[in-house]
């Protein structure tokens, strides 16, 4: 069923086979006769490495229990853009980390003025 819908698919359009998929939008790709998985190990080095975040210390939480944060935090001031880019890409993390999901939305909360504690 698949070789005759290529088919109908190259008839139709001028295409050419490039075997099995591997990377596509920063998802890695990996078919095998168990299923297909997807994982972002490379987005995620390109990530820590562009906000100089490669050397860190891992951690097995993405937040401490019981944190807490607001609006109205005293600290320094960040790069609001900066703040954004950076929540902008651990959002696109979501997609094969949904673990990262609660944490995000909730530093997501403060783009309009991201403080140091944020």
């Known amino acids: 069923m698949l070789q005759e819908f290529k088919t109908i698919m ?3 359009f001028e295409m050419s086979d490039m075997g ?3 990377y596509f939008l920063c998802l890695e ?3 095998s006769k168990q299923g297909i998985f997807i994982c972002q190990h490379k987005y995620v080095a ?3 490495k562009q906000f100089r975040m490669d050397k860190s210390k891992a951690s097995k939480t993405p937040i401490t229990i019981g944190t807490k944060m ?3 935090d005293n600290g320094p ?3 609001s853009t900066l703040y954004k880019r950076m929540v902008g890409s651990l959002m696109y993390l979501n997609a094969t980390r949904p673990d990262l999901m609660y944490v995000v939305s909730f530093i997501s909360r ?3 003025s ?3 504690s944020h």
């Open 70 to 72: 607001s609006k109205h």
């Open 20 to 22: 099995l998929m591997k």
């Open 77 to 79: 001031v960040v790069d």
């Open 110 to 112: 403060f783009m309009e």
């Open 29 to 31: 790709v990996h078919q």
């Open 46 to 48: 390109y990530i820590l």
């Open 10 to 12: 190259q008839k139709e």
């Open 114 to 116: 991201p403080k140091d």
